[in-house]
């Protein structure tokens, strides 16, 4: 399995700012997602990021407000841009585990926006 | 919505007594999942069932699917406190630009007294 991590764990920010937000993974892999998840809700997914192309944005999500990069295999970052309070949520970043079926998440970045 | 729905919401029992989550699903899957959640953290993949299979079992959990009502439980035997946690079923989609994806329902807050 794929051990990943993020930071911040948390951050508060104030509105009109940006955060970015990192997540390494141990092993390379080919697919990595972003999902928010927002005050007692479920995972939304914001993007899946693939290496060497551009990320593809799921319907309600854009690249100008929550641009990503993937310089590599192991590395991602998310970038959460002129936030307001309705961006407070905990943003996770996820790996394929290799056969485009499960995935394994990293801890978690807890946002909140004031 | 395209994410599915899951009951309960919340179910609380006591330390010992079996916990069962049902998930139902709109579209055509490849694999129905449940994964875990504590206390806002990453989530950690429990179980995976494909869309031929009807039952699955790994250690305390047995998952069923009933392609043809589209639906899904988790049933967890014995429980311990350590249970205590959000449980989400997750839609794996079918190729195409869907590959990889997961689809995440509702999610059920489980909650066992020591």
């Known amino acids: 399995s794929a051990v990943i991590s993020q930071k911040p764990s948390r951050d508060i920010c104030q509105r009109g700012t940006s955060l970015t937000i990192q997540c390494q993974v141990d092993?390379?892999?080919?697919?990595m997602f972003w999902y928010r998840q927002q005050p007692g809700q479920s995972l939304t997914l914001i993007a899946t990021?693939?290496?060497?192309?551009?990320?593809?944005?799921e319907s309600g999500f854009v690249i100008d407000k929550f641009p990503i990069s993937r310089p590599n295999l192991t590395f991602s970052t998310l970038t959460v841009s002129n936030m307001s309070p309705e961006d407070s949520s905990i943003y996770l970043c996820s790996v394929d585990s290799g056969g485009g079926e499960t995935q394994y998440f990293g801890p978690g970045t807890r946002l909140l926006v004031l | 919505s395209q994410q599915g729905e899951e009951d309960p919401q919340a179910l609380s029992i006591q330390e010992g007594e079996n916990a069962t989550m049902n998930c139902s699903y709109k579209t055509s899957i490849n694999n129905l999942q449940w994964y875990r959640q504590n206390s806002g953290r990453g989530l950690v993949h429990l179980i995976l069932i494909r869309s031929n299979e009807r039952e699955k079992h790994s250690g305390r959990l047995r998952v069923t699917l009933d392609t043809s009502k589209k639906s899904s439980s988790l049933l967890i035997t014995a429980s311990r406190a350590a249970d205590t946690a959000s449980y989400f079923c997750?839609?794996?989609?079918?190729?195409?630009?869907?590959?990889?994806?997961?689809?995440f329902g509702q999610g059920t807050i489980l909650t066992v007294h020591p």
């Open positions: 092993s390379q892999v080919t697919m």
């Open positions: 997750a839609r794996g989609n079918a190729g195409g630009t869907s590959y990889g994806k997961l689809t």
């Open positions: 990021a693939n290496q060497g192309s551009e990320a593809t944005y």
